[in-house]
Structures are given as C-alpha cells and as structure tokens.
C-alpha cells in the first residue's frame, strides 16, 4: 500500500496564477483532510471531507477550493495565489465508523508527505 | 473552544538521558489526544493516543505519554532519548461533533537530542 501520496512535492507560482494538489489515498478511508503547517503555527485545517461528494470549510479555507469526486482522492485548489499561501501542504486520511468501538481502535489520521508550495 | 498547547518551541536532551514534551489540553468533556511527531522534510507519523481507560499510554519508538486529568496536560515521555528521536512533535486533540473526526494540533515542539 502507497498509503497517501500527493502531488507535486513542490511548486513555485507567481501571485495570481491558480494551481491544483492531488491527494490520493488506497486504505479506503471515509475521511479525507487538507492542513497547510506554517512556522509557529502548528497545523491548521483548510478544508475536509467526510466522504464522497461531501466538503466542509475548515479553520483556514478562505482561498482555497475543494472537491471530493471519488473516495480516493481530494483535490486542494488556489483560483488566484497569494504570498500569503505560501506553506507546506499536507494531506490527511482516515477512518470513520459510527462504531465506538472501532473508532477507539482506528480513528488516527494518516499523513502524505507535504508539497512544499511558494507564491513569488 | 476545544484546544491544546505546547508550552516549549525547544527542548534540548542529551543521548540517554530522559525526554519530555509537554502538552496541555483545553476541552469540555472527554478528551481524545493524540501525539504526532515529523521528521525532517517528512509528514507527521502517529506516535500514540489516549482515549480512554491507563492513564499510561505507550506507543511507537519507545514513547509513552502520562493523560492527568487533575492537571489538564498529556506529556509526552521517553525514557532514554536517541539522537533519532530529534524531530518536531504535535499535540492534538479532536474537536467538533461525535462522528466529526477533526484535530486541532499544537504548535509543536522542536526536540535536538544531541551525542
């Protein structure tokens, strides 16, 4: 299992200029989780989504777009890119259950390894 | 609002001798923590997690974390530090509704084990 991956691991835009990251995940999780990590700041979420099809605003989704068209991937895009977006990206997954039990068991989120995102 | 903090940016240890990354929490109910750590240029790794039941929680890499409830925190614990083990630590807690599986993450806490 590749586990998360995303795509690119890097990128350099010029304000103004849209682009898209990919998440993908093969465990089969109902969660999915866009986290921009600023210095300082820790993780903040952007945008998540608890299955396919569905999206919600996070604590930091102002300029950023998501969607959710297939279980196994969730799309993070910037329409018009700031200085102020310049961060490490990172994705998230993870598993949901209505089950108490299983949740005590597996409710951990699963990271990709960042794209490293800078907007000149 | 449902939070945690990490009161050091830095903690400095050296090789063998005890670590300890301190996280407090600010929840109502029952929390639900969680340690993170990330290694450079990598993504965060699970480490370990208290839900319910020990107040002893050992996980991954030797790692174990004290919940104390009196005392609101969720320190994380190892014995013996490597030189490995210097990386970024998160502390999380999960916010939002029951089936809501949000984190909220520390600031983090830089951990140089030195030779």
């Known amino acids: 299992n590749a586990g998360v991956t995303q795509t690119p691991k890097f990128r350099v835009l010029k304000t103004g200029q849209s682009m898209t990251l990919l998440c993908a995940q093969d465990m089969n999780h109902e969660y999915m989780y866009w986290y921009r990590q600023d210095p300082g700041m820790g993780l903040r979420l952007i945008h998540y989504?608890?299955?396919?099809?569905?999206?919600a605003k996070g604590e930091v989704p102002d300029g950023y777009n998501v969607s959710r068209l297939k279980k196994q991937n969730f799309l993070l895009g910037l329409e018009s890119a700031a200085p102020s977006q310049t961060s490490v990206y990172f994705c998230?997954?993870?598993?949901?259950?209505?089950?108490?039990?299983?949740?005590?068991?597996?409710?951990?989120?699963?990271f990709g390894p960042g794209t490293r995102l800078t907007v000149l | 609002a449902q939070s945690v903090a990490q009161p050091e940016d830095q903690v400095n240890v050296a090789e063998g001798n005890p670590l300890t990354v301190k996280c407090t929490y600010s929840v109502s109910g029952n929390p639900y923590l969680f340690w993170y750590v990330q290694y450079p240029n990598r993504g965060l790794q699970f480490l370990l997690k208290y839900i319910t039941g020990d107040n002893l929680v050992k996980g991954s890499y030797g790692f174990e974390a004290e919940f104390n409830k009196s005392q609101t925190s969720f320190h994380l614990k190892k014995p013996s530090a490597l030189v490995s083990d210097s990386a970024l630590y998160f502390c999380a807690v999960r916010v939002g509704r029951s089936n809501d599986y949000k984190l909220s993450f520390g600031a983090g806490t830089t951990v140089t084990v030195r030779a």
């Open positions: 998230a997954s993870s598993y949901s259950t209505p089950s108490r039990l299983a949740f005590l068991l597996y409710n951990e989120q699963f």
């Open positions: 989504s608890v299955g396919e099809g569905t999206t």
